[in-house]
């Protein structure tokens, strides 16, 4: 993997994965829509596209030849048919990031064959079409039954760090520091997560494997809503108000456990972090 491509790449985990490119040597393109800033300097090339105009892709793109094609903004099934039109003959892999989203909520312990994109059904939509998870589930059964280049979907569950631009960690930080409500349907459910640093590197490692097909990506090991709050309450010096009222949802609620198994990643040789090593540093960074 000497030359690649990356779409997206300009916050969050997409920072890491150019980062971890960038730390292997890699000739690195980020394309984006030109709107936001990036950290990169002179490390990166850059093409400004527009994805959903199809002749911005097209245009962007022409004449080029890429090892690795990594998707971080692919939601939809004519965003992947797109992807497939302009990069056919141009890479040599594609690493598409999907979601923990597409197996069914309840879960535990998902593998990678609880959704099988080879034959699901295709309904060809935009991103005002589909719910988040459908979209998904939408992109993987287009690239898999349709692409002529190997493709890697990466299944996430949700993504913390200190630059979560969804703040949906630091929400709960603030609610049990301001003593304000937070409901919970099921405290005793499970989740999975993973670091974004985590995030990033994984993604880099699977463009470099030969293996294709789904795979999942998490932290070693899930934790209880309810050792969250616990956690929280310790870093804050807080006792938390679980309301008994929809009002406050946290935006990790779940009503049954919903974990993700890794053990197809590690399979293949990749080493992950255990949850417990860095959720509670990362609490105390909110707390504070």
């Known amino acids: 993997m000497k030359k690649v491509l990356v779409l997206g790449g300009t916050r969050f985990f997409g920072i890491h994965l150019v980062e971890?490119?960038?730390?292997?040597?890699?000739d690195v393109t980020i394309a984006t829509r030109g709107m936001s800033n990036d950290p990169f300097a002179?490390?990166?090339?850059?093409?400004s596209f527009d994805?959903?105009?199809?002749?911005?892709?097209q245009k962007a793109f022409t004449g080029t030849q890429w090892d690795v094609v990594f998707d971080q903004i692919c939601y939809t099934s004519e965003d992947a048919q797109d992807a497939i039109d302009v990069f056919t003959g141009k890479t040599g892999k594609y690493v598409f990031t999907s979601s923990n989203s597409v197996y069914k909520a309840g879960l535990e312990g998902a593998v990678e064959e609880e959704y099988y994109p080879y034959t699901y059904p295709i309904t060809m939509g935009g991103?005002?079409?589909?719910?988040?998870?459908?979209?998904?589930?939408?992109?993987?059964?287009?690239?898999?039954q349709k692409a002529p280049f190997p493709v890697t979907a990466v299944r996430f569950p949700i993504v913390l760090g200190k630059n979560d631009y969804t703040n949906r960690l630091a929400y709960h930080v603030e609610k049990i520091h301001n003593e304000e409500d937070l409901y919970f349907t099921n405290l005793e459910a499970e989740i999975s997560f993973i670091l974004e640093t985590e995030a990033g590197e994984f993604l880099a490692w699977a463009g470099d494997q030969e293996f294709n097909g789904p795979v999942n990506a998490c932290?070693?090991?899930?934790?209880?809503?309810?050792?969250?709050i616990s956690l929280i309450e310790k870093e804050t010096e807080k006792t938390a108000v679980v309301s008994d009222a929809s009002k406050n949802v946290s935006p990790f609620d779940?009503?049954?456990?919903?974990?993700?198994?890794?053990?197809?990643?590690?399979?293949?040789?990749?080493?992950f972090t255990n949850l417990m090593e860095w959720l509670p540093d990362l609490i105390g960074h909110f707390a504070k």
């Not at 971890?20 to 890699?26: D, P, Q, R, W, Y």
């Not at 932290?219 to 969250?228: F, H, M, Q, R, V």
Request: aromatic share 12%; net charge positive.
């Open 219 to 228: 932290s070693n090991g899930s934790i209880k809503l309810g050792d969250i």
């Open 51 to 57: 994805r959903s105009d199809v002749t911005s892709f």
């Open 254 to 271: 779940l009503e049954k456990t919903w974990t993700m198994n890794n053990e197809k990643a590690r399979s293949y040789g990749y080493k």
């Open 20 to 26: 971890a490119l960038l730390n292997n040597g890699v």
């Open 127 to 144: 991103r005002n079409d589909f719910s988040y998870p459908e979209g998904k589930r939408q992109a993987e059964a287009v690239f898999f």
């Open 42 to 47: 002179d490390k990166v090339k850059r093409i």
